[in-house]
């Protein structure tokens, strides 16, 4: 497939799945409009979206029950009569909702690449997919249909880098992806995970503290530090005075570790022997 016809699908999906007003395609969705019973209607097995929520079904069930359904599902024949959902699948799980016996369709004669494209462009255009089930139809069309992210990227009109990210997400525990699908983390708290050595624990934080993205990435930064890589905290100009006045009366560094109320340590660094016998002198200690 060239990469003309790969693009094809992102600029020509109004005209696949109904939206398009020109008068040569409302003349082609008129010769195709039918009314198809809901019961020779069939899901496709392969659609990106697999969850629908439930106060959205019911939401629109309302509505259809008021106004009916006003724009058709696209569909393609499966061969027995009855048809395969393209493009509105929760259109039609609300109308059964809703109690209406038959929808307007649009049938389009299309294979099994093109039904994954306009289902996967549909739902995204229409922000449908949750980030994960957006991930598993990008690898989809990649590993079944050999297209590359760039190819992917330019098809459906997203960045080369947005496609990777999102598929990343892949590589998550599926405690965190089943996080993401219940909405409980964003794909920007999600992507801040990906290279952390406990992510699980980290996103239970995060969704505990609810952090903002920004916030969740910070505590990913901290966590993959090193000890080195952490900034000690900076003494205070007395501290540093009080150091360098006994290391200057003993001739040895000393370091000052203040805890606040909880006292501190006086620590006296030496390099020989004879340093330290000096040090115990100091203190009028006898060890022979």
Avoid at 39 to 68: Q, V
Avoid at 94 to 99: L, P
Avoid at 175 to 180: L, V
Avoid at 257 to 278: N, R
Wanted: hydrophobic share 35%; charged share 30%; proline share 4%.
């Amino acid at each position: 497939m060239t990469q003309v016809q790969k693009r094809r699908l992102g600029r020509g999906l109004a005209a696949l799945i109904g939206d398009d007003t020109s008068e040569e395609s409302v003349v082609q969705d008129i010769r195709s409009l039918r009314h198809v019973p809901v019961e020779l209607l069939h899901p496709n097995p392969n659609n990106p979206r697999k969850h629908f929520a439930e106060e959205d079904l019911e939401s629109l069930a309302k509505s259809l029950k008021d106004k009916g359904l006003l724009q058709p599902l696209v569909v393609r024949p499966r061969g027995d009569g009855s048809f395969e959902i393209v493009a509105g699948e929760r259109r039609w799980r609300a109308s059964q909702r809703a109690g209406l016996h038959d929808l307007p369709v649009l049938i389009r004669e299309l294979d099994d690449k093109e039904t994954l494209e306009i289902a996967l462009i549909e739902n995204i255009q229409r922000s449908d997919l949750n980030p994960l089930e957006e991930a598993r139809a990008y690898r989809q069309l990649i590993e079944h249909y050999s297209y590359t992210q760039q190819q992917l990227a330019d098809a459906i009109g997203k960045s080369r880098s947005h496609i990777a990210n999102t598929m990343r997400l892949m590589t998550l525990p599926d405690a965190i992806q089943t996080q993401i699908e219940k909405g409980e983390l964003t794909a920007g708290h999600a992507r801040s995970l990906i290279a952390t050595e406990s992510p699980e624990i980290l996103a239970d934080k995060i969704i505990k503290l609810n952090l903002t993205v920004r916030q969740a990435e910070d505590l990913a930064r901290d966590t993959n530090q090193t000890p080195s890589q952490i900034a000690k905290p900076e003494k205070d100009a007395d501290t540093k005075a009080l150091e360098k006045t006994l290391s200057q009366a003993i001739g040895l560094s000393v370091n000052i570790k203040h805890k606040d109320k909880a006292g501190g340590t006086v620590s006296i660094s030496y390099k020989t022997l004879d340093q330290l016998d000096d040090i115990i002198k100091r203190f009028g200690v006898s060890h022979s």
